[in-house]
Structure formats: structure tokens, C-alpha cells
């Protein structure tokens, strides 16, 4: 990983590390990954309840996409496969769900507890092919962070949260 996602990572792990709750613990990773990464431009997490993915805390435009059904949309696509996935141009993907008429690339990354999806990580950039290979190491290695915090059902109750990055 370059220096800017390896401190970007440490930054998260303290965040984390530090934070009981899992409310704030997934407020300051959307926050802290807008801040260091400024091709970040929307950074949002998704929780999976019953069959529909439900918008947490994000930085960002709000997207009119709050509540996702499993198979729609990168975000659905990225649950059911349960495997990340990079989109180079989303305006080329017939799957994708338009959130803001600048983004141009999307990475979606679930969190899993074993073979259980959680949720997910979603971040969109206004620049086409922003998202490499560092880019879907940090976000898998936050994701594994996040699970634990959020195993619990009661951990996972989605309220769309529009943060200052
Ligand atoms: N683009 C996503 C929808 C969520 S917004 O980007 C915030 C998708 O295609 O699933």
C-alpha cells in the first residue's frame, strides 16, 4: 500500500480501536477516509437488514438511494456476490444506481462475519478508474475492523446520518 492508505488505515484502526460504540466507530471511519483520501468523494456505509441494504453514517451529497434490495446496484451486487467489486466507469455498468451526476467510479467492499454479510463499505469518486489495488486493501483490511463492532443485530440499526467530512 502507498503511505497516504497506510496512514490512512492507522488513522481508522485507532479511531476504532478506541471507539465502544459501534455508531461513532462507523461515523469516524466514513469521516476519516473522506478526509485522507481526497479522490474519496462520497464514502458511506451500507447495513444489510433482512433483504435490504440501508443507509448508515456517509460523507457527502445525500444519495437518493437509502434502502438498496439485495441484487440491485453495485451495492446489491457487491452483498449477494459477497466479494468486492471496482467499477472503472460507472456510467459503462448497467447495474449502477446513479447517486450524483459527477461520480464516475465506484468500489464497494462488504463486511462479513464469516460467511454472513453485515454490510458494507461504499465510496464513489468524481474520477473515472480512481480505485486501484491500495485502494481495495485499505478498504477490505477497514472492513475487517468494522465487523466486529458491528456483529451484533443491535449494532446494525441503519439511520441514513449525513456527516461533515
Ligand atoms: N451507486 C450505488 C448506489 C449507492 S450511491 O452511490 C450512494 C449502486 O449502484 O449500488
Not at 481526497?38 to 437509502?66: A, R
Not at 447495474?95 to 467510479?105: D, G, K, M, V, W
Amino acid at each position: 500500500m502507498h503511505d497516504r492508505h497506510k496512514l490512512t488505515l492507522d488513522a481508522i484502526r485507532a479511531a476504532i480501536d478506541s471507539e465502544p460504540n459501534s455508531q461513532r466507530a462507523m461515523e469516524s471511519t466514513v469521516q476519516l477516509l473522506a478526509r485522507h483520501l481526497t479522490d474519496y468523494t462520497w464514502t458511506g456505509i451500507y447495513l444489510l437488514e433482512g433483504n435490504e441494504l440501508c443507509l448508515g453514517p456517509f460523507v457527502g451529497k445525500p444519495s437518493p438511494h437509502t434502502r438498496i434490495p439485495l441484487g440491485r446496484g453495485i451495492c446489491g451486487a457487491a452483498a449477494a456476490e459477497k466479494a468486492t467489486i471496482i467499477v472503472d466507469d460507472v456510467n459503462a455498468d448497467p447495474r449502477y444506481l446513479a447517486c450524483s451526476i459527477e461520480t464516475r467510479s465506484e468500489i464497494v467492499v462488504p463486511i462479513m462475519a464469516g460467511d454472513d454479510v453485515l454490510g458494507e463499505l461504499d465510496i464513489d469518486s468524481d474520477k473515472v478508474a480512481a480505485f486501484g489495488a491500495d485502494d481495495r486493501e485499505l478498504l477490505e483490511a477497514v472492513a475487517a475492523l468494522l465487523a466486529p463492532k458491528i456483529a451484533k443485530p443491535e449494532d446494525r440499526r441503519a439511520a441514513a446520518l449525513p456527516l461533515e467530512s
